[in-house]
């Protein structure tokens, strides 16, 4: 069941259309202190924003798989991404795994020790976490 409720819907900024959508999720991500190409979604349908919670949500026609090259990092986003997002960092996220050796990981936390530093960690629902340049997921 999506989280994406009509009370959340009611209170939230929406935005559709992909260049729009891909748009406002690249400004929030610098907003919040974050890489601006984590989220390199493709044909998105919609893009909510509740401000006050940091709930955002994206809904894109199809999933897609992105190679993030400089890490070598294979990532899958569904249909329906769901996160809250804090400065420097993105938690409850639903929707996004990262490929390791043949197996597909989820991935719940996206976050950055402090705007200055220069390493990004990712983290699964079991603990564990991998840390990367941050500037590997720069648009």
Aim: proline share 5%.
């Amino acid at each position: 069941m999506s989280p994406i409720t009509p009370e959340i819907r009611s209170c939230a900024e929406i935005f559709t259309g992909n260049e729009v959508c891909k748009e406002k999720a690249r400004s929030l991500l610098r907003e919040y202190c974050l890489p601006d190409g984590l989220l390199p979604i493709e044909d998105v349908e919609e893009l909510g924003y509740v401000k006050e919670t940091g709930f955002l949500w994206v809904k894109q026609k199809n999933e897609i798989k992105h190679k993030f090259e400089k890490v070598g990092k294979q990532v899958s986003y569904a249909t329906e991404i769901t996160s809250y997002f804090e400065k420097c960092k993105i938690k409850k996220l639903s929707g996004v795994k990262s490929k390791e050796v043949v197996i597909w990981i989820s991935l719940i936390e996206i976050f950055i020790e402090n705007p200055s530093s220069d390493k990004i960690t990712m983290k699964t629902p079991t603990g564990i976490s991998k840390t990367f340049p941050k500037d590997a997921f720069e648009a």
